[in-house]
Protein backbone atom coordinates (compact mmCIF):
# COMPACT_ATOMS: atom_id res chain seq x y z
CA UNK A 1 0.00 0.00 0.00
CA UNK A 2 1.28 2.79 -0.87
CA UNK A 3 1.54 5.61 2.00
CA UNK A 4 1.06 9.49 1.79
CA UNK A 5 3.70 11.73 1.37
CA UNK A 6 4.26 15.17 2.52
CA UNK A 7 4.97 19.04 0.47
CA UNK A 8 5.31 21.01 2.84
CA UNK A 9 6.02 23.86 0.03
CA UNK A 10 2.57 23.29 -1.75
CA UNK A 11 0.58 23.58 1.35
CA UNK A 12 -0.70 27.01 0.94
CA UNK A 13 -1.54 26.91 -2.91
CA UNK A 14 -3.20 24.03 -2.54
CA UNK A 15 -5.36 23.51 1.43
CA UNK A 16 -5.00 27.70 1.80
CA UNK A 17 -7.93 28.74 0.32
CA UNK A 18 -10.84 25.25 1.17
CA UNK A 19 -8.89 25.49 4.92
CA UNK A 20 -9.88 29.24 5.77
CA UNK A 21 -13.48 28.60 4.13
CA UNK A 22 -13.96 25.94 6.19
CA UNK A 23 -12.23 27.59 9.39
CA UNK A 24 -15.05 30.75 8.71
CA UNK A 25 -18.23 28.34 8.46
CA UNK A 26 -17.15 27.38 11.79
CA UNK A 27 -15.57 30.61 13.23
CA UNK A 28 -17.16 33.80 11.91
CA UNK A 29 -13.95 36.73 13.37
CA UNK A 30 -12.15 36.53 9.97
CA UNK A 31 -8.93 37.75 11.43
CA UNK A 32 -9.33 34.45 14.16
CA UNK A 33 -10.54 32.21 11.30
CA UNK A 34 -6.84 33.29 9.25
CA UNK A 35 -4.86 32.91 12.64
CA UNK A 36 -5.74 29.64 13.16
CA UNK A 37 -5.35 28.18 9.74
CA UNK A 38 -1.86 30.33 9.90
CA UNK A 39 -1.43 28.07 13.07
CA UNK A 40 -2.12 25.23 11.69
CA UNK A 41 0.49 25.29 9.24
CA UNK A 42 3.06 26.32 11.23
CA UNK A 43 1.98 23.18 13.54
CA UNK A 44 2.09 21.00 10.40
CA UNK A 45 5.37 21.88 9.93
CA UNK A 46 6.99 20.95 13.27
CA UNK A 47 5.28 17.95 13.63
CA UNK A 48 5.84 16.31 9.90
CA UNK A 49 8.32 13.88 11.52
CA UNK A 50 4.76 12.57 13.32
CA UNK A 51 3.47 12.01 9.90
CA UNK A 52 2.87 8.30 9.43
CA UNK A 53 1.18 8.59 5.92
CA UNK A 54 -2.03 6.64 6.92
CA UNK A 55 -4.40 9.60 6.08
CA UNK A 56 -4.07 12.11 3.25
CA UNK A 57 -1.89 15.17 3.53
CA UNK A 58 -5.38 17.40 3.20
CA UNK A 59 -7.01 15.02 6.46
CA UNK A 60 -4.55 15.40 8.52
CA UNK A 61 -3.75 19.42 7.69
CA UNK A 62 -7.97 19.31 8.69
CA UNK A 63 -6.97 17.18 11.61
CA UNK A 64 -5.08 19.85 13.16
CA UNK A 65 -6.92 22.70 11.87
CA UNK A 66 -10.19 20.84 13.63
CA UNK A 67 -8.43 20.66 16.93
CA UNK A 68 -7.51 23.99 16.94
CA UNK A 69 -11.04 25.04 16.31
CA UNK A 70 -12.00 22.88 19.30
CA UNK A 71 -8.78 24.36 21.89
CA UNK A 72 -9.96 28.25 20.54
CA UNK A 73 -13.50 27.46 21.95
CA UNK A 74 -12.12 25.36 24.73
CA UNK A 75 -10.52 28.63 25.53
CA UNK A 76 -13.37 31.06 25.04
CA UNK A 77 -15.64 28.85 27.36
CA UNK A 78 -18.37 28.35 25.00
CA UNK A 79 -20.20 25.31 24.38
CA UNK A 80 -20.02 24.87 20.97
CA UNK A 81 -23.31 22.23 20.48
CA UNK A 82 -25.40 23.83 23.00
CA UNK A 83 -27.50 25.88 20.91
CA UNK A 84 -28.95 23.37 18.91
CA UNK A 85 -30.70 21.52 21.98
CA UNK A 86 -34.24 21.03 21.34
CA UNK A 87 -33.61 22.34 17.78
CA UNK A 88 -33.14 18.49 16.25
CA UNK A 89 -36.60 17.59 17.75
CA UNK A 90 -38.27 15.94 15.03
CA UNK A 91 -41.75 18.35 15.47
CA UNK A 92 -39.16 21.40 14.45
CA UNK A 93 -40.04 20.34 10.87
CA UNK A 94 -43.58 21.51 11.13
CA UNK A 95 -43.01 25.00 9.49
CA UNK A 96 -42.50 23.59 6.32
CA UNK A 97 -44.61 20.18 6.09
CA UNK A 98 -48.44 20.23 7.31
CA UNK A 99 -50.02 18.15 9.60
CA UNK A 100 -49.93 15.13 7.39
CA UNK A 101 -46.12 15.11 6.07
CA UNK A 102 -46.92 17.47 2.55
CA UNK A 103 -45.41 20.97 1.79
CA UNK A 104 -47.51 23.86 3.19
CA UNK A 105 -48.44 25.98 0.26
CA UNK A 106 -46.16 28.71 0.43
CA UNK A 107 -43.33 26.48 1.30
CA UNK A 108 -43.14 24.49 -1.62
CA UNK A 109 -40.29 24.33 -3.90
CA UNK A 110 -40.25 26.22 -7.54
CA UNK A 111 -38.77 25.35 -10.25
CA UNK A 112 -35.44 27.04 -10.54
CA UNK A 113 -31.46 26.01 -10.87
CA UNK A 114 -28.42 27.76 -10.88
CA UNK A 115 -27.88 26.00 -14.61
CA UNK A 116 -24.36 26.77 -15.17
CA UNK A 117 -21.12 24.98 -14.70
CA UNK A 118 -19.41 27.91 -12.95
CA UNK A 119 -20.28 29.06 -9.95
CA UNK A 120 -20.91 32.85 -9.95
CA UNK A 121 -19.67 35.58 -6.84
CA UNK A 122 -23.17 36.51 -6.25
CA UNK A 123 -24.13 32.92 -5.97
CA UNK A 124 -21.29 32.37 -3.52
CA UNK A 125 -22.42 35.28 -1.17
CA UNK A 126 -26.15 34.19 -1.24
CA UNK A 127 -24.72 30.67 -0.29
CA UNK A 128 -22.49 32.02 2.21
CA UNK A 129 -25.26 34.06 3.66
CA UNK A 130 -27.64 31.12 3.82
CA UNK A 131 -25.12 29.00 5.27
CA UNK A 132 -24.52 31.39 7.86
CA UNK A 133 -28.13 31.64 8.99
CA UNK A 134 -28.39 28.07 9.92
CA UNK A 135 -27.38 26.49 13.45
CA UNK A 136 -23.97 26.44 14.94
CA UNK A 137 -24.05 22.07 14.25
CA UNK A 138 -26.00 22.15 10.97
CA UNK A 139 -22.89 24.74 9.99
CA UNK A 140 -20.42 22.45 11.44
CA UNK A 141 -21.86 19.46 9.66
CA UNK A 142 -21.85 20.72 6.27
CA UNK A 143 -18.02 22.46 6.87
CA UNK A 144 -16.90 18.44 7.41
CA UNK A 145 -19.33 16.58 4.75
CA UNK A 146 -18.20 19.23 2.07
CA UNK A 147 -15.02 21.00 2.80
CA UNK A 148 -13.33 18.21 4.65
CA UNK A 149 -14.50 15.05 2.96
CA UNK A 150 -15.11 13.50 5.83
CA UNK A 151 -17.98 10.25 5.92
CA UNK A 152 -21.12 10.05 7.28
CA UNK A 153 -20.07 7.94 10.38
CA UNK A 154 -17.16 10.29 11.14
CA UNK A 155 -19.04 13.45 11.46
CA UNK A 156 -21.63 11.84 13.76
CA UNK A 157 -18.44 11.05 16.17
CA UNK A 158 -17.33 14.42 15.64
CA UNK A 159 -20.57 15.66 16.46
CA UNK A 160 -21.19 13.49 19.43
CA UNK A 161 -25.05 12.76 17.47
CA UNK A 162 -26.36 9.58 16.60
CA UNK A 163 -26.62 8.37 13.43
CA UNK A 164 -31.09 8.93 13.08
CA UNK A 165 -30.46 12.69 14.97
CA UNK A 166 -27.57 13.37 12.34
CA UNK A 167 -30.21 12.63 9.21
CA UNK A 168 -32.86 14.55 11.28
CA UNK A 169 -30.06 17.65 11.58
CA UNK A 170 -28.95 17.42 7.91
CA UNK A 171 -32.49 16.55 6.38
CA UNK A 172 -33.51 20.13 8.53
CA UNK A 173 -30.41 21.86 7.49
CA UNK A 174 -31.09 21.07 3.47
CA UNK A 175 -34.36 22.06 4.06
CA UNK A 176 -33.72 25.44 5.36
CA UNK A 177 -30.78 26.34 3.31
CA UNK A 178 -32.37 25.34 0.18
CA UNK A 179 -35.50 27.38 1.02
CA UNK A 180 -32.90 30.40 2.24
CA UNK A 181 -31.46 30.10 -1.35
CA UNK A 182 -34.72 30.01 -3.18
CA UNK A 183 -35.83 33.27 -1.62
CA UNK A 184 -32.72 35.18 -1.75
CA UNK A 185 -31.91 34.00 -5.15
CA UNK A 186 -35.00 34.59 -6.78
CA UNK A 187 -35.48 38.12 -5.70
CA UNK B 1 -45.08 8.38 1.39
CA UNK B 2 -45.86 11.66 2.36
CA UNK B 3 -43.55 14.95 1.22
CA UNK B 4 -41.69 15.23 4.56
CA UNK B 5 -40.14 11.20 4.46
CA UNK B 6 -39.72 11.97 0.50
CA UNK B 7 -37.27 15.21 0.93
CA UNK B 8 -35.58 12.91 3.93
CA UNK B 9 -35.15 10.11 1.43
CA UNK B 10 -33.91 12.80 -0.91
CA UNK B 11 -31.16 14.00 1.64
CA UNK B 12 -29.84 10.55 1.87
CA UNK B 13 -29.39 9.20 -1.39
CA UNK B 14 -27.18 12.00 -2.10
CA UNK B 15 -24.92 10.38 0.55
CA UNK B 16 -25.81 6.91 -0.79
CA UNK B 17 -27.35 6.09 2.15
CA UNK B 18 -30.63 4.45 1.12
CA UNK B 19 -31.90 0.71 0.85
CA UNK B 20 -32.56 -0.08 -2.62
CA UNK B 21 -36.50 -0.14 -1.76
CA UNK B 22 -36.54 3.20 -0.41
CA UNK B 23 -34.78 4.77 -3.54
CA UNK B 24 -37.74 2.87 -5.69
CA UNK B 25 -40.24 4.49 -3.33
CA UNK B 26 -38.95 7.76 -3.51
CA UNK B 27 -38.84 6.95 -7.37
CA UNK B 28 -42.29 6.70 -7.29
CA UNK B 29 -42.95 9.79 -5.24
CA UNK B 30 -40.89 12.01 -7.46
CA UNK B 31 -42.71 10.97 -10.59
CA UNK B 32 -45.89 11.99 -8.94
CA UNK B 33 -45.22 15.24 -6.97
CA UNK B 34 -43.76 17.86 -8.75
CA UNK B 35 -42.45 19.54 -5.68
CA UNK B 36 -40.41 16.98 -4.55
CA UNK B 37 -38.80 16.29 -7.58
CA UNK B 38 -37.53 20.18 -7.69
CA UNK B 39 -36.25 19.68 -4.36
CA UNK B 40 -34.52 16.35 -4.83
CA UNK B 41 -33.08 18.62 -8.03
CA UNK B 42 -31.87 21.04 -6.02
CA UNK B 43 -29.75 18.76 -3.25
CA UNK B 44 -28.06 17.98 -6.36
CA UNK B 45 -27.04 21.49 -7.29
CA UNK B 46 -26.53 22.24 -3.64
CA UNK B 47 -23.88 19.28 -3.71
CA UNK B 48 -22.02 21.01 -6.61
CA UNK B 49 -22.20 24.89 -5.32
CA UNK B 50 -20.86 23.47 -2.01
CA UNK B 51 -17.71 22.04 -3.89
CA UNK B 52 -17.40 25.61 -5.63
CA UNK B 53 -17.50 26.82 -2.00
CA UNK B 54 -14.91 25.57 -0.63
CA UNK B 55 -12.52 25.99 -3.67
CA UNK B 56 -13.47 29.57 -3.62
CA UNK B 57 -10.75 32.18 -3.15
CA UNK B 58 -10.17 32.51 0.74
CA UNK B 59 -6.92 34.24 1.68
CA UNK B 60 -5.73 37.06 -0.54
CA UNK B 61 -2.48 36.82 -2.35
CA UNK B 62 -0.70 39.43 0.32
CA UNK B 63 -2.02 36.78 2.75
CA UNK B 64 -0.44 33.69 1.36
CA UNK B 65 2.44 35.45 0.58
CA UNK B 66 3.20 36.66 4.27
CA UNK B 67 1.90 33.05 5.10
CA UNK B 68 4.61 31.59 2.32
CA UNK B 69 7.09 33.98 4.14
CA UNK B 70 6.29 33.01 7.76
CA UNK B 71 6.56 29.23 6.62
CA UNK B 72 10.26 29.55 5.33
CA UNK B 73 11.52 30.80 8.20
CA UNK B 74 9.87 28.02 9.94
CA UNK B 75 11.85 25.39 8.21
Redesign the interface.
Known amino acids: MSKHQLE ?1 EH ?3 RY ?7 A ?1 LRIPERDIA ?1 DL ?2 DT ?2 SA ?2 TVDTFRGEASEKSWLFLILRSRILDYYKKKKEVIQSDLQGQDADDA ?1 DD ?2 DE ?4 LPDK ?7 DRA ?2 SKE ?2 QV ?2 GC ?1 KRLKAKQRDA ?1 AMK ?2 EDLE ?1 EEICKELSVSSSNY ?1 IL ?2 RA ?2 Q ?2 SC ?2 QTWLN | MNCKEATQLSVMKHEHKTRQMDRFRLFVHLLLCKYCRFFDRQQTMIDQEMKHFAEKEGLTSNEKAILKAKLDQTT
Open positions: PWIDGDVLLNYLRVQFVLNDFFKGFWRPQDWSTIAFMLDLFYLTWIHKLLRLE
